[in-house]
T-cell receptor, first 113, second 109 residues
Framework: DVKVTQSSRYLVKRTGEKVFLECVQDMDHENMFWYRQDPGLGLRLIYFSYDVKMKEKGDIPEGYSVSREKKERFSLILESASTNQTSMYLC????????????FGEGSWLTVV | GQNIDQPTEMTATEGAIVQINCTYQTSGFNGLFWYQQHAGEAPTFLSYNVLDGLEEKGRFSSFLSRSKGYSYLLLKELQMKDSASYLCAGLLRDDKIIFGKGTRLHILP
């Protein structure tokens, strides 16, 4: 069974706090993605990574950064959380060029107050 | 630009057939995914189409026409548990994956 584990299921943070969302996979897949999902807006891509230490901006990278120091771990960082970053965050993985399935983590529900 | 469009909501009756359409305008398109998502849960994989044509998997089938930038998901013999959101997503040549906003499907008894 594929395992994509997001470190926190539910978080409540204060405005201005630094927030780390961690995603760990056990499949040795090259590609990892961070999305946020909001009602009426669907899944929007924040950042993705092809390999260790590589990162690419998605469609809404502002206010976020990422880190991929090890192949199995992809972290999403909110340097200074704001209320408009209240959302559900989903991590996903895919085998490199040959992969035809995306696997998702269970999601992290972040509330910024 | 990159855009994936699908209807916001659809309603169908238990036992019937429903077709959920998806159109896309993207540069460098590789293939198209369909995912099912129940409220409060992560999306789960339904299908992936690379070549034109229809792929059938039990009650669910997915169709792709690359020349028309069009796909559909066909659900047969609808069951109440099929009430969910259905997400269309494009895999681009740079391995980026972008999603449509999803179609909420309501099944009536």
């Amino acid at each position: 069974d594929v395992k994509v584990t997001q470190s926190s299921r539910y978080l409540v943070k204060r405005t201005g706090e630094k927030v780390f969302l961690e995603c760990v996979q056990d499949m040795d897949h090259e590609n990892m993605f961070w999305y946020r999902q909001d009602p009426g807006l669907g899944l929007r891509l924040i950042y993705f990574s092809y390999d260790v230490k590589m990162k690419e901006k998605g469609d809404i990278p502002e206010g976020y950064s990422v880190s991929r120091e090890k192949k199995e771990r992809f972290s999403l960082i909110l340097e200074s959380a704001s209320t408009n970053q209240t959302s559900m965050y989903l991590c996903a993985i895919k085998q490199g060029a040959s992969g035809n399935t995306i696997y998702f983590g269970e999601g992290s529900w972040l509330t910024v107050v | 630009g990159q855009n994936i469009d699908q209807p916001t909501e659809m309603t169908a009756t238990e036992g019937a057939i429903v077709q959920i359409n998806c159109t896309y305008q993207t540069s460098g398109f590789n293939g198209l995914f369909w995912y099912q998502q129940h409220a409060g849960e992560a999306p789960t994989f339904l299908s992936y189409n690379v070549l034109d044509g229809l792929e059938e998997k039990g009650r669910f089938s997915s169709f792709l026409s690359r020349s028309k930038g069009y796909s559909y998901l066909l659900l047969k013999e609808l069951q109440m548990k099929d009430s969910a959101s259905y997400l269309c997503a494009g895999l681009l040549r740079d391995d980026k994956i972008i999603f449509g906003k999803g179609t909420r499907l309501h099944i009536l008894p």
